[in-house]
């Protein structure tokens, strides 16, 4: 059965970390790139990170260069979102997505973990 669990996120002060997981089944884990998408509020969903199948390329919003780190553990089936340096304007609902590229999202998706970065 095909499925992503995310966990890690919370509720953080603005310059403070998180560090998100998203544990796919083994049958999507390498179907193709995987990448963290987020919605804040009345806002559209939109691509965070993403990372390719092998885990050489990676792609970034504006908004989270060098400040977000996403990774990819194959031993584990496991993707991860590192955050840093946290703003308020990062909370949202953040999404694992698997099976697309590294600019678009695929069919597979997560149930959502809340951040919430306070100031």
């Known amino acids: 059965q095909e499925r992503l669990v995310e966990s890690g996120g919370g509720l953080v002060q603005a310059g403070g970390s998180l560090r998100l997981s998203c544990a796919a089944s083994?049958?999507?884990?390498?179907?193709?790139?995987m990448g963290w998408y987020r919605q804040a509020p009345g806002k559209q969903r939109e691509l965070v990170a993403a990372?390719?199948?092998?885990?050489?390329?990676?792609n970034y919003a504006d908004s989270v260069k060098d400040r977000f780190t996403i990774s990819r553990d194959t031993t584990r089936n496991t993707v991860y979102l590192q955050m840093n340096s946290l703003k308020p304007e990062d909370t949202a609902v953040y999404y694992c997505?698997?099976?697309?590229?590294?600019?678009?999202?695929?069919?597979?998706w997560g149930q959502g973990t809340q951040v919430t970065v306070s100031s």
């Open positions: 997505n698997a099976g697309g590229g590294l600019n678009y999202y695929g069919v597979y």
């Open positions: 990372i390719s199948r092998g885990g050489g390329r990676t």
């Open positions: 083994r049958s999507i884990f390498s179907i193709n790139a």
